[in-house]
């Protein structure tokens, strides 16, 4: 069974940089075939797919938040991490990371619980 567990802050300034980490048991983010994604749900709005990293370190952005967004990974710690600058109020959601069989989706195999993430100064 795999577990993903999002950590971070739950509240963060406007302009300021948003920083989540997902860690992963019971499976590899180095197994083929796989995508670590980056989810999240504004309040009273649907999901929202906002990246991916694969099992071979390659990496995809929505075009809307792609200059504002970084996933990296490290493998030794069987973590991956998202970053997102620059933000605003509109950038408070719950937050998901989640394995995905493709990119561009919020159709997930797992999915970590969720962390809260506030933009407000």
């Known amino acids: 069974q795999v577990q993903l567990q999002e950590s971070g802050p739950g509240l963060v300034k406007p302009s300021q940089t948003l920083s989540l980490t997902c860690t992963v048991s019971?499976?590899?983010?180095?197994?083929?075939?796989?995508?670590w994604s980056w989810i999240r749900q504004p309040p009273g709005k649907g999901l929202e797919w906002m990246g991916a990293?694969?099992?071979?370190?390659?990496?995809y952005y929505r075009p809307s938040l792609e200059s504002r967004t970084s996933i990296s990974r490290d493998t030794s710690k069987n973590q991956f991490t998202l970053q997102l600058s620059s933000v605003t109020p509109e950038d408070t959601a719950v937050y998901y990371c989640?394995?995905?069989?493709?990119?561009?989706?919020?159709?997930?195999?797992?999915r970590g619980q969720g962390t809260q993430v506030t933009v407000s100064s």
């Open positions: 019971g499976g590899s983010i180095t197994t083929s075939y796989y995508y």
């Open positions: 989640a394995r995905t069989r493709r990119r561009q989706t919020t159709d997930y195999d797992y």
């Open positions: 990293i694969t099992s071979s370190g390659n990496t």
